[in-house]
């Protein structure tokens, strides 16, 4: 099913159908860099680098931690504890964080112009709102890399343009048909992954020092709740 206003939408690559999650060679790169940025330093002995390249100054974000059932948010993908640590290493140019950020930020997941792999012709609106296919897929692990860069990179530069190009996939995601889902070759295997990254970023936004009543968007809306169910 197609959005309205929306001509049909560019073919993306099928996903493998091996039992493991398809990962492109250049998002293996960023895949490292990323989670070297963010979980590095328990044990790796630091040397400086000097500070990182002057950017614009921007408000340090603050990561507002809240318990429900026992569970600490942000969490889903990483704490606030490890965002706030490797926000301080990368800004004071420590390394290994110094240079694993460049690496992250290199692919144009990190892009301040913002991008989607399921946007429509009218911007904010799905170009194709069923997740039926493993070409819709596709294009879900590719704005799930990009939100989810889109939140470090807010946390880390408190640039809000990345807290805006994240919090505009997601939106683009939630509008997906609630009895739009359906069972594909491989779903169950190469679904969860994608929706771990997305739901990670809107996790770190609704977590983050904007009041997330404000952000329009919500955890239990169709780009979670109906994968679940039907993928599980």
């Known amino acids: 099913m197609l959005s309205r206003d929306c001509s049909p939408p560019v073919a993306f690559p099928r996903p493998s159908t091996s039992h493991t999650q398809p990962v492109r060679p250049g998002v293996r790169g960023w895949l490292r ?10 044990w790796v002995p630091t040397m400086s680098a000097g500070p990182a390249a002057a950017e614009p100054s921007f408000p340090t974000v603050t990561i507002n931690t809240t318990t429900t059932a026992g569970f600490v ?94 919090l505009k996939i997601i939106r683009i995601w939630s509008q997906m048909g609630a009895n739009g889902y359906a069972v594909y070759p491989d779903a169950r295997i190469h679904s969860g992954t994608p929706l ?18 404000d952000d329009g968007y919500d955890l239990s809306s169709p780009t979670t709740a109906p994968p679940t169910p039907t993928f599980e």
């Open 33 to 42: 860099s990323i989670l070297a940025v963010l979980i590095v330093g328990c």
């Open 196 to 213: 771990m990254r997305m739901t990670a970023a809107a996790e770190i936004l609704r977590f983050s020092s904007v009041n997330p009543a």
């Open 73 to 166: 948010h942000p969490g889903v993908a990483v704490s606030a504890d490890s965002l706030v640590n490797a926000r301080a290493q990368v800004l004071a140019g420590t390394e290994p964080w110094a240079s694993y950020h460049k690496a992250m930020v290199a692919p144009k997941y990190a892009s301040t112009a913002f991008s989607s792999a399921n946007q429509c012709t009218t911007p904010g609106t799905p170009a194709v709102n069923t997740f039926n296919s493993q070409s819709v897929e596709a294009r879900f692990i590719d704005d799930a890399f990009r939100a989810y860069t889109q939140a470090i990179q807010y946390v880390i530069t408190g640039n809000p343009a990345y807290r805006e190009n994240a």
